[in-house]
């Protein structure tokens, strides 16, 4: 037989991924059960979105800023074809992080 392989550490680019169910548990540990910490979880998420649908400007201190950002019409090129073809304007979000949250 042949000897098991040694584990791979993970390679230096890989970078790890936070989501919405690492961020729950995260708060549980402060909050008495999961579903309280889920429900917090989701009225802050759900919050925010509500304010960026409004438009309004979303400030948490030493975290950061998040805005609407309003994008012009202009004229882009199909790549595939090269024809050009007209982009219709579009809302998106942007975050520009705190100072504080930046430092090591």
Known sequence: MLPDPEPK???PRVRATMNRLDIIKAVAKVL???GEAAQAVETTFET???ALGR???V???NFGTFRV???QQRQGRN???GQQVTVPPRKGVRFKAS???LQP
């Open 99 to 101: 100072k504080n949250l």
């Open 32 to 34: 008495t059960t999961k």
């Open 55 to 57: 438009e309004e400007k």
């Open 9 to 11: 550490a993970p390679s």
């Open 79 to 81: 790549p595939k074809t």
């Open 48 to 50: 925010v979105r509500a």
């Open 59 to 61: 400030v948490i201190s």
């Open 69 to 71: 950002k309003h994008r």
